[in-house]
């Protein structure tokens, strides 16, 4: 090794060692005859001292050095006069006897500092950089001890790590494949796995009863700010279990990563029916981290001569503890809020329940105080709350007021990040009606098996079909889902069939699974969970862009690389593929 | 869990106990009153017993089913009569009372056993069937447990696990990409990684330290039999380290990957010049389990008239121990061996020392018994030796010459699956000259540091300047290699030069790189092992095929999902390229 400790290690013991150390220059100090440098690696930072009258000669050497060198210094430890407690290594510092600039640097183009003077663009352009800074660097750090964290408590559990096909085949069903032209079968396609959902059935199907992968997994998707073409997932399938089984295995993953990494005690995970969450909460995934539940006021509001209620399918309201103290200025903010054109909504209600104990509402016109006590009843207020009623159609309502709620909880400062609220929601639709295609979709994927109890209303009633499919929600974030699957081929011949594939498209798509199914299939089931996500929960942030060494940017570019790129017409005649560009 | 428990886990001490266990049915006797049935999972094989007495419609429904049917079966442990000695459940049986066929299955296209029926070609379609055979299965557990034990020997030394990126950029050095055409970017192109090799040097210019990945890694070559288009490296780099600090602490892992997976205990691993193994083995990866070093005998043979050795460049022979007595007809078979076109050497010469003491050569017309015992000193022969002697252009004759020695290692047995020799080799040339294209390649890869003392060598012989990589090979396999990285933008820039790039063919492959060297580069070296080729030396095959769970075969086809296939004129369409087929 070129050093014989690390920039973090050094403590008061290690006083009058003699020690090299190599890193980068963080920064330098020149206090009259004496200069004191920080050099930093990835373990910390050691303050080095240089004496103008004990060897003028080193100290102009150190002096003459720029932010981000490369350096190689030898001394030995001393006591500091003036500590730091802000660093472990602040008791001591090192008296250099000898520098060696392994590498100079130009300046970078933006501070490597925890808090950085560099945009987000720039950043990326530089990440090599970028990723120098404790903030960055510590994401990723995270992210290790996590993966490590999950492996260990799955071997624990006998499950084995089996790594399947980037190269696979393109599956037009779900989101955009990625797609790699073959070479050696000419006009042939591989396409990048959106996930190995049909090789870890397979797995199941060979009787490898556990298994699991952390794996990269790949969408073509226009893409939204927070997502990735290429993200990893913890892909999990048991054989022989029931939806029960499932659940208290990962969320003992779940629980153990957050002991592990966070210290934290996550209790046991509350479950919640699909119909409930949005019931209660307009979302899927709710965030279970407050309250505020929705309260539908239908019964309560209906035939007052308001014509908005009266011809709503759906009156609802949250309960805004605390907030009828609430300015006409801060509620035409919020009116303002849920009329952009992403929520949609037409306009906001409200009543205050005053301190003085009086109700009064923005339809007094239409609601005296004695129906403005039932409202109040039923929303429970008291002094000092703030009632907040949407009304419409009952998909769109719940959407509007789940967007006002998280709004209202954010306001309140009720979505602290250091606390952390688990949710699992069973029990999900098994298909979603798709505007665009008009036909169903499956909400999870074609191998969801439906509740045993359900399938006869697959003909007749399909929309009310409901899966053994279940998410993980943290935080209002979904964090993972799966689901028990079929394992039977009659069955899963129907699904694509009420998929609308015909015997042909299912054949040629997924033949090799429904074939794989006639050989002795076990029951079957598993999840997988989005990585970047969950640490990115774990890191306290809200992007995954950070808890990822080398992100793309929404265009799908890394600006770093430069990629993608043209490439050589020789590469293109070979690939026997032109461009129509 | 629809089990109590496994089909591995019942022993003597459980007798009495009422249990559950799920499984396949492996096969099954009737034998009078009573069905013997064999059932399988991951964990083992318990014998389930059916008695026609005791319950009629029981038993017959248990003879009504066929191989690999998934069952569920609840039942007492019971003594068995017959012991099974070769399985570890042989103590007992289960005494069945309640039986469910979870699912039937159709009569496997061959047998579901260790020694199987079925050919390749029926296997790989049959993947997951093929998967459910104990030594298939055995591999991918080994393979499992390799990674994981690799990860805890890195996590352990401070290594981080970082993922990099699967959609990078294609670079036209070394071997051909597998490209990716973005749909957001018409006319671009990313590519899949050959290696990691630019992201984790860039990781080190982060301040990372230590990185490891246990990583796909992608090349579209015409496939040879052991190689496969997608493949898995451990891939490694470290910071402030020289080329000793590598050896051992990769020598390391290897050591604990034996140790904690195969309680071996291997020797600290010797190291050899790459001069030295082209010159004893004739080879850069010998097989060292077996010594027959190579003797070069110019001085001994040349200057006796004999064409064949006076125009050769390098007369060098093997001493097989032991094999004076081979007949005429097996020699005949060595000098066809070799002079098949994958060898090509034009003759074989051999001398026996008898064991009466007696010195015989092929060609005695050229060699007196005098001169044969300058031979026999030289090749330093007893009784009962056989000396082979090829002759020819170094290089060449060099190559066919370890050809026959791993032939006559084979022939007598000193190529044992279960024995393990590893060797470091050191010092590998920078540059290989590349007859096709006319010019220099670099060896490993464009970013290996030349040896100090050899930059000066690079303008005047190329050929000749020594490089800080190193490879390691066990038992004759290249497992896996790495080197000292420049670090410095000019050195960098200089290999560039020497290896055919103008500045701007490195500048708009390579820029990202050689300007992050700009900024701060740490001295660094690293390494990758070819993780296939490692689980399959630990398990004893030949191929990498048997330890990939769903491979590709030599035309690059997975035949189970058939892959590459067609895809559709929309997704052509929306990537806006054309098939030019």
């Known amino acids: 090794m070129l050093r014989t400790t690390t920039c973090g290690a050094l403590r008061l013991e290690h006083l009058g060692e003699h020690v090299t150390l190599c890193g980068w220059m963080q920064n330098s100090r020149d206090l009259g005859g004496m200069t004191f440098i920080d050099i930093r690696d990835r373990y910390g930072i050691t303050q080095l001292v240089f004496n103008m009258n004990d060897d003028t000669d080193l100290c102009n050497a150190a002096r003459s050095m720029g932010r981000e060198y490369v350096i190689k210094v030898t001394g030995t430890v001393v006591e500091r006069s003036n500590k730091n407690k802000d660093i472990p290594t602040g008791d001591i510092e090192i008296k250099v006897s000898t520098l060696e600039v392994l590498n100079a640097a130009k300046l970078p183009p933006f501070l490597i500092e925890d808090k950085t003077d560099g945009g987000d663009d720039l950043r990326m352009k530089y990440r090599y950089l970028d990723l120098r800074r404790n903030p960055v ?91 990735q073409p290429e993200f990893t997932q913890i892909d999990c399938e048991m054989s022989f279990v029931e939806q029960e089984d499932i659940l208290n295995i990962f969320e003992g993953l779940v629980r153990t990563l957050f002991q592990e990494i966070k210290g934290i005690d996550l209790p046991s995970v509350p479950r919640m029916q699909y119909a409930d969450a949005m019931r209660l909460y307009g979302s899927d995934k709710p965030d279970t981290r407050f309250e505020m539940l929705f309260v539908e006021l239908n019964e309560v509001v209906k035939g007052k001569d308001f014509a908005v209620f009266d011809n709503a399918e759906l009156v609802v309201a949250i309960n805004a503890k605390g907030c009828a103290h609430y300015t006409r200025k801060q509620l035409d903010e919020l009116t303002d809020f849920i009329k952009r054109p992403q929520i949609g909504a037409t306009g906001l209600i409200y009543m205050r329940h005053n301190e003085d104990g009086s109700l009064k509402s923005s339809v007094d016109k239409f609601y005296n105080e004695e129906e403005l006590k039932k409202w109040s009843a039923a929303m429970q207020t008291e002094p000092g709350d703030l009632v907040l009623v949407l009304a419409g159609e009952t998909d769109k309502v719940r959407k509007q007021l789940n967007e006002l709620r998280l709004e209202m ?62 998410d993980m929600v943290i935080n209002g974030t979904e964090i993972g889902g799966g689901s028990i699957r079929i394992h039977n081929k009659e069955l899963q011949a129907l699904m694509f069939k009420h998929l609308g594939f015909s015997n042909e498209e299912a054949q040629k798509q997924f033949g090799f699974l429904m074939n794989a199914f006639e050989y002795g299939a076990p029951p079957h089931g598993g999840l997988a969970f989005g ?41 293109l005649d070979e690939l026997k593929i032109r461009s129509t560009v």
Chains 1, 2 share one sequence.
Not at 139 to 156: C, E, F, I, P, T
Not at 165 to 180: H, I, N, Q, W, Y
């Open 531 to 571: 990585f970047d996500r969950l640490v990115s929960i774990f890191a306290g942030l809200d992007s995954i862009r950070d808890v990822i060494a080398f992100p793309k940017n929404n265009a799908g570019r890394d600006v770093m690389i430069e990629s993608p790129s043209a490439i050589d017409q020789k590469q």
């Open 409 to 470: 909880g954010s306001r309140l400062g009720l979505r602290d990040k250091d606390k952390f609220s688990a949710l699992w929601v069973l029990d999900f639709p098994l298909l979603e009606w798709d505007e665009e295609s008009s036909r169903y979709h499956a909400m999870h994927h074609p191998f969801t098996s439906p509740k045993a109890e359900d399938i006869a209303l697959l003909d007749s009633k399909p929309g009310a079909v409901r899966a053994n499919a279940y």
């Open 137 to 227: 660097r510590n994401n990723l750090v995270l992210r290790h001890k996590m993966a490590q964290s999950a492996r260990r408590y799955l071997d624990g559990l006998d499950f084995i790590e089996v790594e399947t096909p980037v190269l696979m085949k393109s599956t037009p069903e779900g989101a955009r494949d990625f797609v790699v032209p073959s070479r050696m079968n000419p006009g042939e396609f591989y396409a990048l796995p959106q996930s190995p959902q049909t090789f870890k059935q397979l797995l199941m199907v060979s009787g490898f009863d556990r298994y699991f992968q952390i794996v990269k997994c790949f969408r073509d998707e226009d893409l939204r700010a927070d997502r």
